[in-house]
């Protein structure tokens, strides 16, 4: 089987983590694509007052609601079943030993594939699976590509260059201004609302 890894903060999930990942869902036509919230993400300090960490899933599952209505596609709670932080590796590693004869690729966007090899034990992920880059903004296709061969020539890694027009959002814009929801879905806004996320 072919299955694609979707991972990350989302805090809160935006209309460009739902652009990204039904732009890699259509293109690479997975058997299996797992979405999967960060219990503690690595690369990123969480706000004392963030969402927990089952917030943040319950809102991928609104956010990603036109996705999960294929059966291939899932909301997992994989890494909020493990302690402390949440390394891609690991769930790599895991899912490599659940599926050893299926092939693993991970979906990031071009802003962690420019700083990847900052990543916790980078060169083991590429050896794992093939790395699914969509750019999170307009004009950075060359750049793209030329990193995409600086890896292949460097590690030998294995990527694909989604094709996809970029939307660009970030949650982090969202929580300075939590007023802002145009770029949230309607779903994910009433659930920020409804439990007073972000201090709405």
């Not at 690595?42 to 004392?48: I, L, N, R, V």
């Not at 209505?69 to 890494?79: A, G, T």
């Not at 995409?148 to 660009?168: C, D, M, N, Q, W």
């Given at each position: 089987?072919?299955?694609?890894?979707?991972?990350?903060?989302?805090?809160?999930?935006?209309?460009?983590?739902?652009?990204?990942?039904?732009?890699?869902?259509?293109?690479?036509?997975p058997d299996r694509f797992l979405i999967i919230?960060?219990?503690?993400?690595?690369?990123?300090?969480?706000?004392?007052?963030?969402?927990?960490?089952v917030q943040r899933l319950e809102m991928c599952k609104l956010a990603f609601g036109g996705l999960t209505d294929d059966c291939r596609v899932e909301i997992s709670d994989l890494e909020l079943q493990r302690e402390g932080k949440s390394y891609t590796v690991y769930t790599l590693e895991e899912l490599h030993l659940e599926f050893p004869q299926d092939e693993l690729?991970?979906?990031?966007?071009?802003?962690?594939?420019?700083?990847?090899?900052?990543?916790y034990r980078f060169e083991d992920i590429m050896k794992l699976c093939t790395l699914c880059v969509s750019a999170r903004e307009n004009g950075i296709q060359d750049r793209l590509f030329d990193q995409?061969?600086?890896?292949?020539?460097?590690?030998?890694a294995k990527s694909v260059i989604i094709p996809s027009i970029p939307l660009e959002a970030s949650s982090s814009s969202f929580r300075q201004s939590p007023?802002?929801?145009?770029?949230?879905?309607?779903?994910?806004?009433?659930?920020?609302?409804?439990?007073?996320?972000?201090?709405?």
């Amino acid at each position: 089987m072919k299955i694609l890894i979707y991972g990350g903060s989302f805090n809160p999930p935006h209309l460009g983590h739902f652009n990204i990942a039904k732009a890699a869902f259509d293109f690479l036509n997975p058997d299996r694509f797992l979405i999967i919230p960060a219990n503690i993400p690595p690369h990123k300090m969480m706000d004392a007052d963030s969402p927990t960490p089952v917030q943040r899933l319950e809102m991928c599952k609104l956010a990603f609601g036109g996705l999960t209505d294929d059966c291939r596609v899932e909301i997992s709670d994989l890494e909020l079943q493990r302690e402390g932080k949440s390394y891609t590796v690991y769930t790599l590693e895991e899912l490599h030993l659940e599926f050893p004869q299926d092939e693993l690729f991970l979906l990031i966007g071009s802003d962690s594939f420019f700083d990847f090899e900052k990543w916790y034990r980078f060169e083991d992920i590429m050896k794992l699976c093939t790395l699914c880059v969509s750019a999170r903004e307009n004009g950075i296709q060359d750049r793209l590509f030329d990193q995409k061969k600086e890896f292949e020539t460097r590690y030998s890694a294995k990527s694909v260059i989604i094709p996809s027009i970029p939307l660009e959002a970030s949650s982090s814009s969202f929580r300075q201004s939590p007023g802002n929801t145009a770029l949230l879905s309607p779903a994910v806004s009433d659930y920020i609302h409804c439990n007073k996320l972000y201090k709405t």
